[in-house]
């Protein structure tokens, strides 16, 4: 299993930047694909952006395409989530989890979330 805590979320202003962090723990972190993913209130769970275990590869939704950073670091087991003109639309909870399976894989271990609010 793969237990996972993100922090960073918070307030922000529309145009703003905020980092999200996920902190890794259990088996080995750098095995595993990686996702974003978001869901606003009333809304279903979106993914936001995914990074291959092997090379750093990313894709992302193209909703945050231009305007989101996926990126990790092995060595503290973390990945991150760099957000850059943030919209009030971009306002969810947010979620990163383990992905297994073939291809991306799908998610098998999520963290708790942490809220993204972008004010006008």
């Known amino acids: 299993q793969v237990q996972l805590v993100e922090s960073g979320g918070g307030l922000v202003q529309a145009g703003d930047s905020l980092r999200l962090s996920c902190a890794a723990s259990?088996?080995?972190?750098?095995?595993?694909?990686m996702g974003w993913f978001r869901q606003a209130p009333g809304n279903e769970l979106d993914l936001v952006g995914r990074i291959s275990a092997s090379d750093g590869t990313t894709s992302y939704s193209d909703s945050v395409k231009g305007r989101f950073t996926i990126s990790r670091d092995n060595a503290k087991s973390t990945v991150y989530l760099q957000m850059n003109s943030l919209k009030p639309e971009d306002t969810a909870v947010y979620y990163c989890?383990?992905?297994?399976?073939?291809?991306?894989?799908?998610?098998?271990?999520w963290g708790q979330g942490t809220q993204v609010t972008v004010s006008l």
């Open positions: 989890a383990a992905l297994s399976g073939p291809g991306w894989g799908t998610p098998f271990s």
């Open positions: 259990g088996r080995t972190f750098s095995n595993y694909n």
